[in-house]
């Protein structure tokens, strides 16, 4: 089993930046690919980003590309995401998750586990 849990959301004004952070335990294998996901009130859970565990190779959506950016540090067995230029509707809810594979994906369906989420908010 794998245990995920994010920090670092929180209220931001339209603009700001912040830094978004998973934390890994429990059975981690090298081979997984791990990724961040976020989901507004009534919407679908989306994707965002996606990395390798040796963070050689990412996989950013086009809606953030150019303004998120996701990162690893395998020492410290995290997972991260830094948000630049937020706009209101950032505003979600933001998940990390790890899935069992050397193959990166967009799919939600395809990721074993899933933190509990960050909440991330932002004042226009």
């Known amino acids: 089993q794998v245990q995920l849990v994010e920090s670092g959301g929180g209220l931001v004004q339209a603009g700001g930046s912040l830094r978004l952070s998973c934390a890994a335990s429990g059975r981690t294998f090298s081979s997984y690919v791990w990724g961040w996901f976020r989901q507004a009130p009534g919407k679908e859970r989306e994707f965002l980003a996606a990395i390798t565990w040796t963070g050689a190779t990412t996989l950013p959506a086009d809606s953030v590309r150019g303004r998120f950016t996701i990162s690893r540090d395998n020492a410290k067995n995290t997972l991260d995401l830094q948000m630049n230029s937020l706009k209101p509707e950032d505003a979600a809810l933001y998940y990390c998750?790890?899935?069992?594979?050397?193959?990166?994906?967009?799919?939600?369906?395809?990721?074993?586990?899933w933190g509990q989420g960050t909440q991330v908010t932002v004042s226009s």
């Open positions: 998750a790890a899935r069992r594979s050397r193959v990166l994906s967009i799919r939600e369906s395809e990721y074993d586990y």
